[in-house]
């Protein structure tokens, strides 16, 4: 049995956020049904990188990505008859969660206060991007524009250039953390007490999380951090360093003096090691483009291997940057069976992420893969929420499924 079993969860989210939350559940046992429209896709059915190179909203790897071990139903929630089956999975569910802009879901009468009619201790998390409530919550957006308002584009880029902009919706993938967590503990709380609870996410205010100590530093010494590239105020040599190869490149960081010291002695103590330029980190800094031109010729000469393998023998703290298929290679991932095959109706045989953890007791496991849009519409229709065969066909022809 896993921890989450026996655990329902009507999921009406899109995009990331809500469905790496429910995910998590999703692969330690409870029942997750996602649940989408054929007339507005999901967003990320849309986009790629779609299997074979051929688009579709059935085809696409980022969509499949987060929505592994869950079944998909199809329902319009435009329709007149939307709504009451809504209502239905509300009733079924343990946790409802939804990522509409904010006031959709009380315009559709399935806000917290009409769910709590239905069923007095249903959890509903509501994630959005700025909250329910407040000057800027209706604005809409995603995860990218919101990794501006937070500040990280004003950090990431060099300090002689427009900022670079981090890659992909970056408080999308922070805030399923926060989520995630908060849903487990309101599970506890309705446990112990038999009372449900209304969450309000905001994904912004989850990613300004990950800037507190930049934050703090403000508040505090009233000092504004700027962009540094792959530089760190501490540290020299910090960068990314070409090795031998096709876009191969190693990272290495040293802090100390006895680093320093053993970064030398790898690199077979070569004479500019030896100039007073060099000799402190203060002095270092001071010369960091001419350093960085030197490490540059050592590491030049290797196989990224080659110079992760000396340098952390040395104790040097370096790794490769990698690519994807670096990663899908990796021997830890394999090993701790971090990815999972399992056939998909469309897609056929594909690779899957699984859990990044692992509970002693209660592993997860991949048995299903992400769903085509509307493919377990007959399971759950006639088996989770107990419709009659005649009535399911009938709402079928009706369009209610569309």
């Not at 655990?7 to 429910?22: H, L, N, Q």
């Not at 830890?332 to 998909?344: M, N, Y």
């Amino acid at each position: 049995m896993q921890i989450f079993e026996g655990i329902k969860i009507a999921d009406f989210s899109w995009v990331i956020v809500g469905p790496r939350t429910t995910q998590y559940f999703a692969e330690h046992g409870a029942t997750v049904v996602r649940i989408e429209t054929t007339s507005h896709p999901e967003t990320l059915r849309t986009g790629g990188p779609y299997a074979d190179m051929k688009p579709g909203i059935n085809r696409s790897g980022f969509y499949g990505r987060f929505n592994t071990n869950k079944y998909g139903a199809s329902l319009n929630l435009n329709h007149p008859k939307g709504i009451e089956i809504a209502k239905r999975f509300v009733k079924w569910a343990d946790i409802v969660v939804e990522a509409f802009v904010p006031g959709r879901m009380k315009a559709w009468g399935l806000h917290y206060e009409e769910l709590v009619k239905i069923k007095p201790d249903i959890i509903l998390l509501s994630t959005s991007n700025q909250g329910q409530s407040g000057p800027h919550a209706s604005q809409p957006g995603y995860g990218v524009q919101l990794a501006s308002l937070a500040g990280f584009t004003h950090l990431t880029g060099w300090p002689d250039r427009a900022p670079a902009g981090l890659y992909g919706a970056y408080t999308d993938f922070v805030s399923p953390h926060y989520t995630a967590a908060v849903l487990g503990a309101a599970l506890d709380y309705r446990r112990r007490t038999g009372n449900g609870l209304y969450i309000d996410c905001s994904q912004f205010e989850c990613g300004v999380q990950f800037l507190a100590p930049v934050i703090l530093d403000y508040t505090v010494n009233n000092k504004i951090w700027n962009r540094l590239g792959n530089r760190h105020p501490n540290a020299a040599p910090h960068n990314a360093y070409p090795c031998k190869g096709d876009d191969r490149w190693c990272a290495i960081a040293v802090f100390s003096e006895e680093e320093w010291r053993a970064l030398c002695e790898a690199m077979g103590h070569p004479a500019w090691c030896k100039e007073e330029r060099f000799s402190t980190l203060p002095h270092r800094k001071s010369n960091e483009e001419d350093l960085d031109r030197f490490v540059e010729s050592w590491t030049a000469k290797r196989t990224v291997e080659e110079v992760v393998d000396t340098l952390e023998r040395a104790g040097i703290a370096a790794g490769l940057v990698a690519k994807c298929e670096d990663l899908y290679r990796d021997s830890q991932f394999h090993h701790r069976h971090f990815f999972w095959e399992l056939p998909h109706c469309e897609m056929g045989m594909q690779t899957w992420e699984g859990s990044s953890f692992l509970f002693s007791k209660t592993p997860s496991e991949l048995h299903k893969a992400a769903p085509c849009l509307g493919e377990d519409n007959d399971h759950v229709y006639t088996k989770l929420l107990g419709m009659s065969d005649e009535e399911f066909t009938q709402l079928m022809t009706e369009g209610v499924f569309d």
